[in-house]
């Protein structure tokens, strides 16, 4: 018996240069057609230049890692959707590639596109994304880069409102206050920081979700009022479920 018939399945996201595009819809495809269509499919141009170098994988400029996602996400919507289909661009081909079985949701799996650049990747979030991802932003920050969008969604043709609107970030959560603070040094120190303890712990309050329930209801609630309808959080005490746990009673009912 399965453990769970509504859990979703997915990364955050996948790196586009890792795969090819052709490989990963086939991929993709099987993992949405074997969850009965539980699949969330993100995918992202690729930013981690020391990963790509320690795995012996070309890591390009900018430009080209966006416009290759441009292919594979053209490439791989075209195999979920099409018998045999063709492309050919300029840095991926297919040749009547077949996908089967396809996926279960129609006409596809939501694509979520991470990145935030404002000169080529929101252009691309317009075009193709089902949902966008701007991860650890401030609700300054995120107003920003939905105004960004809403630009570019007007210069491409794609009615804004079709894009659903997701923020990742941390999530660290404690019944009390000496708790969540004992939390985030805990975190401070678990990696090394050029940062005063100071400084960073006021970035991260800025651009997560820090605090008792109640204070967490509230940050959540602000990206509520922008428009945010799904969160996807890190908890910062994993692999302690007491996090999550608290989070579940404490702040998913009242909102």
Known sequence: MPVSNKIRLGTLVLCNNFRFPSVLAKMAA????????RLEFGIGAGWNEEEHRTYGIPFSKPAERIERLRESIEII???WTEETPIYRGKYYKIDGAI???KPLQKPHPPITVGGAGEKLMIRLIAQHAYRCNFAHRSPAEYVHKLSI?????SKVGRDF????????????????????NAQLKALYLS??????????????KANSIVGTPEECVEKLREYLR???TYFI???GDAPSKDGIRLFAEGVIPEL
């Open 161 to 180: 409102d079709e894009i659903e609107k997701s923020w990742w970030g941390r999530a660290i959560i404690s019944r009390d206050e000496a708790r969540v």
């Open 149 to 153: 969008l809403r630009i570019a969604c």
């Open 99 to 101: 996908c089967e079985p």
């Open 30 to 37: 099987t993992l949405d057609y074997i969850s009965d269509g």
């Open 77 to 79: 919507k075209k195999m």
């Open 191 to 204: 990696r090394k920081r050029e940062s005063p303890f100071e400084e960073w712990i006021k970035e991260v």
């Open 233 to 235: 959080l890190r908890f």
């Open 226 to 228: 922008l428009g945010v």
